[in-house]
């Protein structure tokens, strides 16, 4: 993308200022960053203090995934900075730091009619939609595309107004200055950032910015074990003091708290709540009812929670999520339903009607499972409302919350909270309604805090999903044809519905109910060299909500793929590494990834009981290739190892890249070995951590990973190995076992 004056002005303004931002129409933004005393700001991204301290915005929530290091780090390779001297403001939801690149990806989700006039981020309809609506949401792995370019243009253009102030003082062309380490040098003097800034902005910064020749880059090879880092997160000291501020952690005077117990999913509302119950127990203040949910709030979160219990909260529900009812209509759709073919390429006589080889695979709701539940912190004043909340969509969650206490959006206040690990559970922002509605009837502050029962009672989990995998193949065993025919329910398009459109979660299922959804079946194109592929989505209506999930649809799309060129290979007598060497012609990236692997991982071709299982993934860019390694012992079978070799284009942060597909990795083992719950009633059957099977200290493997050296554009390394680890460790185990393992969760208490 071209970085012209359209895309970057500077405010250059001292206490204030505007930055003036170019999309059909010239129109006026304040400036999201405001700078404080003896502070000047450089565009919506910069502040500089006169003590030297960098400021610069990061619009998107830390959630573990190393935002607050990845921008500033690029702010300051651009700018010149001291990374010492580099500090993180997390800013409110602005006009200016819109994210274009999600909001174009998501053009189905909120322009549902002609989507293609908005599937571009430089389309004017979506830069315009995007500002519009203040959309900086957190999600799919889009900040460095989508912030990377405006933030870099604007340390660029603030380094050349440094480099202009200081040339002013030494007579001298700003051209022939040069800028390093946080100061301004010419010959033999230099001025440092702090005593040039408040002249800086006073000067016109040259149109285009000067970048520096090469973006941000990385080399891996230059972080051999034990290396020092060059730009060490910025969030890491403070976590590890405990001095980060988690919503959790916000203290206000006069502050109550909150416990909640919400209704059973689907059409459902409380019916009786023993009050009585609470009477005489110190600090309790009162129960608040509502439809959906009934809360207490006291001095302290225990006393407001044992008053909960004591109460005895019931529901009257109509149409709640069954497991029975889910696994019914996945089958019934798979068998019977009409499909929508969203993707269609080459000869499609070759893949119509009973193919040879057809196998069915299945992948259970699985739930998020955040170490962190769901808080906020609420006070409503004299007309405004302030939230301090954790959000992935704060300007969303802001509309939402000033709807519900009937005031204006524009008399909310956000403060935006990191996150303990989100993975897209909260892209919801229930907990931010709740917490304004008990700001107001109770009349002062309050902190909602939800138990982990609640966090799994109301959560809404990844859906479910079954494929029938169908294949041709010719005279060597290579598949000539491929056809996947997927039943899931519209899943984007219900989210859609909920997060844009404010519908209730039953409401949503019902406006989407029968629509083709391509989200729902991202990553099922296989990534092969195959002359004729179709994939189909048959639509299933289930009473069950569903939600956004780390790795998404690729979570479900990859195991079935993978899985079944597994199976092909096996019945072809091919070994599984060569046989998808053979089909990656046009894909030399993902090939070297394989061939890669195979090395790391002392890939023994796969043979019966070797014990090893290997597949590969292409996602937003990015390519995958990962070996589980396997072994029965007297406890039964155990993934002693996972290997991975990842090609995600230019590396900003090698050591962000590497806990981003190693923390993939180990998300995708729980959700290959536990993660998920049936329900009953709307009701999870489970409820604690404990049961859900996720893999403790002891039970994670060895990981080790690789990445190869590129220059093709950075592509999100967070979802790439959540995606890849089922199908390899599904794999695994047949070598091990000779077991053909077709439904997620696998059966954890085998591993």
Same mark, same amino acid.
């Given at each position: 993308?071209?970085?012209?004056?359209?895309?970057?002005?500077?405010?250059?303004?001292?206490?204030?200022?505007?930055?003036?931002?170019?999309?059909?129409?010239?129109?006026?933004?304040?400036?999201?960053?405001?700078?404080?005393?003896?502070?000047?700001?450089?565009?919506?991204?910069?502040?500089?203090?006169?003590?030297g301290?960098?400021?610069?915005?990061?619009?998107?929530?830390?959630?573990?995934?190393?935002?607050?290091?990845?921008?500033?780090?690029?702010v300051?390779y651009?700018?010149?900075?001291?990374?010492?001297?580099?500090?993180?403001?997390?800013?409110?939801?602005?006009?200016?730091?819109?994210?274009?690149?999600?909001?174009?990806?998501?053009? *189905?989700?909120?322009?549902?009619?002609?989507?293609?006039?908005?599937?571009?981020?430089?389309?004017?309809?979506?830069?315009?939609?995007?500002?519009?609506?203040?959309?900086?949401?957190?999600?799919?792995?889009?900040?460095?595309?989508?912030?990377?370019?405006?933030?870099?243009?604007?340390?660029?253009?603030?380094?050349?107004?440094?480099?202009?102030?200081?040339?002013?003082?030494?007579s001298?062309?700003?051209?022939?200055?040069?800028?390093s380490?946080?100061?301004?040098?010419?010959e033999?003097?230099?001025l440092?950032?702090?005593?040039?800034?408040?002249?800086?902005?006073?000067?016109?910064? *040259?149109?285009?910015?000067?970048?520096?020749?090469?973006p941000?880059?990385?080399?891996?090879?230059?972080f051999p074990?034990?290396?020092?880092?060059?730009?060490?997160?910025?969030?890491?000291?403070?976590?590890?003091?405990?001095s980060?501020?988690?919503?959790?952690?916000?203290?206000?005077p006069?502050?109550v708290?909150a416990?909640?117990?919400?209704?059973?999913?689907?059409?459902?509302?409380?019916?009786?709540?023993?009050?009585?119950?609470?009477?005489?127990?110190?600090?309790?203040?009162?129960?608040?009812?509502?439809?959906?949910?009934?809360?207490?709030?006291?001095?302290?979160?225990?006393?407001?929670?044992?008053?909960?219990?004591?109460?005895?909260?019931?529901?009257r529900?109509?149409?709640?999520?069954?497991?029975?009812?889910?696994?019914?209509?996945?089958?019934?759709?798979?068998?019977?339903?009409?499909?929508?073919?969203?993707?269609?390429?080459?000869?499609?006589?070759?893949?119509?009607?009973?193919?040879?080889?057809?196998?069915?695979?299945?992948?259970?709701?699985?739930?998020?499972?955040?170490?962190?539940?769901?808080?906020?912190?609420?006070?409503?004043?004299?007309?405004?409302?302030?939230?301090?909340?954790?959000?992935?969509?704060?300007?969303?969650?802001?509309?939402?919350?000033?709807?519900?206490v009937?005031?204006?959006?524009?008399e909310v206040?956000?403060?935006?909270?990191?996150?303990?690990?989100?993975?897209?559970?909260?892209?919801?922002?229930?907990?931010?309604?709740?917490?304004?509605?008990?700001?107001?009837?109770?009349?002062?502050?309050?902190?909602?805090?939800?138990?982990?029962?609640?966090?799994?009672?109301?959560?809404?989990?990844?859906?479910?999903?079954?494929?029938?995998?169908a294949?041709?193949?010719?005279?060597?065993?290579?598949?000539?044809?491929?056809?996947?025919?997927?039943?899931?329910?519209?899943?984007?398009?219900?989210f859609?519905?909920?997060f844009?459109?404010?519908?209730?979660?039953?409401?949503?299922?019902?406006?989407?109910?029968?629509?083709?959804d391509?989200l729902?079946?991202?990553g099922?194109?296989?990534?092969?060299?195959?002359?004729?592929?179709?994939?189909?989505?048959?639509?299933?209506?289930?009473?069950?909500?569903?939600a956004?999930?780390?790795?998404?649809?690729?979570?479900?799309?990859?195991?079935?793929?993978?899985?079944?060129?597994?199976?092909?290979?096996?019945?072809?007598?091919?070994e599984?590494?060569?046989?998808?060497?053979?089909?990656?012609?046009?894909? *030399?990236?993902l090939?070297?990834?394989?061939?890669?692997?195979?090395t790391?991982?002392?890939?023994?071709?796969?043979?019966?009981?070797?014990?090893?299982?290997?597949?590969?993934?292409v996602?937003?860019?990015?390519?995958?290739?990962?070996?589980?390694?396997?072994?029965?012992?007297?406890?039964?079978?155990?993934?002693?190892?996972?290997?991975?070799?990842?090609?995600?284009?230019?590396?900003?942060?090698?050591?962000?890249?590497?806990q981003?597909?190693?923390?993939?990795?180990?998300?995708?083992?729980?959700l290959?070995?536990?993660?998920?719950?049936?329900y009953?009633?709307?009701?999870?059957?489970?409820?604690r951590?404990?049961?859900?099977?996720?893999?403790?200290?002891?039970?994670?493997?060895?990981?080790?990973?690789?990445?190869?050296?590129?220059?093709?554009?950075?592509?999100?390394?967070?979802?790439?190995?959540?995606?890849?680890?089922?199908?390899a460790?599904?794999?695994?185990?047949?070598?091990?076992?000779?077991?053909?393992?077709?439904?997620?969760?696998?059966?954890?208490?085998?591993?």
């Open positions: 993308m071209a970085i012209t004056r359209r895309g970057i002005l500077i405010g250059a303004l001292a206490g204030g200022g505007l930055a003036i931002g170019y999309l059909l129409r010239p129109r006026h933004f304040p400036l999201p960053l405001s700078p404080g005393r003896d502070e000047y700001a450089f565009d919506a991204w910069i502040k500089i203090a006169a003590d301290v960098i400021s610069v915005a990061v619009p998107q929530v830390e959630m573990g995934q190393g935002v607050t290091t990845l921008l500033p780090q690029i300051a651009e700018l010149g900075a001291d990374w010492r001297q580099v500090a993180v403001e997390p800013v409110p939801p602005s006009e200016l730091h819109a994210n274009p690149v999600l909001a174009a990806r998501w053009a *189905p989700l909120w322009m549902p009619v002609f989507p293609g006039l908005a599937d571009e981020p430089d389309s004017a309809i979506t830069r315009r939609w995007a500002r519009d609506s203040r959309f900086n949401v957190t999600a799919d792995g889009s900040a460095l595309a989508a912030y990377e370019a405006p933030s870099r243009a604007a340390a660029a253009s603030a380094r050349a107004l440094l480099m202009q102030a200081a040339a002013a003082r030494w001298v062309a700003w051209e022939e200055c040069q800028v380490g946080g100061f301004v040098t010419h033999d003097k230099r440092a950032f702090g005593a040039l800034a408040s002249e800086a902005v006073t000067f016109t910064p *040259p149109d285009p910015p000067p970048l520096r020749p090469n941000p880059a990385e080399s891996p090879g230059d074990p034990g290396a020092r880092l060059t730009y060490p997160r910025l969030d890491l000291p403070s976590k590890v003091d405990g980060w501020t988690f919503a959790s952690d916000v203290r206000l006069g502050m708290h416990s909640i117990r919400h209704a059973p999913l689907g059409s459902a509302r409380v019916t009786q709540v023993d009050e009585d119950a609470a009477i005489g127990m110190r600090g309790f203040l009162r129960f608040v009812r509502h439809d959906g949910w009934v809360a207490a709030a006291a001095r302290d979160w225990w006393t407001a929670d044992t008053a909960l219990t004591r109460a005895k909260p019931r529901y529900v109509a149409g709640g999520a069954d497991s029975m009812q889910i696994d019914t209509a996945l089958d019934e759709a798979l068998r019977l339903g009409a499909a929508e073919r969203i993707h269609a390429s080459g000869d499609m006589d070759a893949v119509t009607g009973g193919l040879p080889l057809q196998l069915r695979y299945e992948v259970a709701p699985a739930v998020h499972c955040t170490v962190e539940t769901a808080s906020a912190t609420a006070r409503l004043e004299n007309g405004k409302l302030e939230l301090w909340i954790g959000t992935q969509a704060p300007e969303l969650a802001r509309a939402a919350a000033a709807r519900a009937g005031i204006e959006a524009s206040v956000i403060y935006p909270m990191p996150i303990g690990g989100s993975f897209d559970r909260r892209l919801e922002f229930g907990h931010a309604v709740e917490a304004a509605i008990l700001a107001r009837e109770l009349g002062q502050p309050v902190q909602l805090t939800w138990s982990r029962q609640q966090e799994q009672v109301a959560g809404l989990p990844r859906a479910p999903a079954a494929a029938i995998m294949a041709r193949t010719d005279s060597e065993g290579g598949v000539a044809g491929w056809r996947a025919r997927i039943a899931v329910p519209p899943t984007a398009r219900e859609g519905r909920r844009f459109g404010g519908e209730t979660p039953q409401d949503a299922i019902a406006s989407v109910d029968g629509e083709a391509a729902a079946l991202e099922a194109v296989p990534p092969y060299g195959i002359p004729s592929v179709a994939i189909d989505h048959v639509p299933a209506r289930i009473d069950l909500p569903t956004r999930m780390r790795g998404n649809s690729h979570g479900y799309t990859a195991f079935f793929t993978e899985s079944f060129v597994d199976e092909l290979a096996h019945r072809a007598g091919r599984p590494l060569s046989y998808r060497m053979a089909m990656l012609g046009k894909d *030399p990236r090939a070297e990834c394989l061939q890669r692997v195979a790391l991982s002392e890939w023994g071709g796969g043979s019966d009981n070797s014990g090893q299982g290997i597949a590969c993934h996602m937003r860019g990015g390519r995958i290739a990962v070996v589980a390694s396997a072994r029965r012992d007297e406890s039964g079978v155990r993934v002693e190892k996972l290997s991975a070799v990842a090609d995600i284009g230019r590396i900003v942060n090698f050591d962000i890249a590497r981003q597909i190693e923390g993939g990795l180990i998300f995708g083992l729980g290959t070995v536990g993660c998920s719950t049936r009953s009633g709307g009701r999870p059957d489970t409820v951590l404990a049961e859900l099977g996720l893999p403790l200290l002891a039970d994670s493997p060895g990981i080790e990973v690789e990445f190869v050296e590129s220059d093709a554009d950075p592509a999100d390394p967070g979802e790439l190995g959540v995606a890849a680890v089922s199908p460790i599904a794999n695994a185990l047949f070598s091990a076992t000779g077991y053909r393992f077709r439904r997620l969760p696998l059966f954890a208490e085998e591993l």
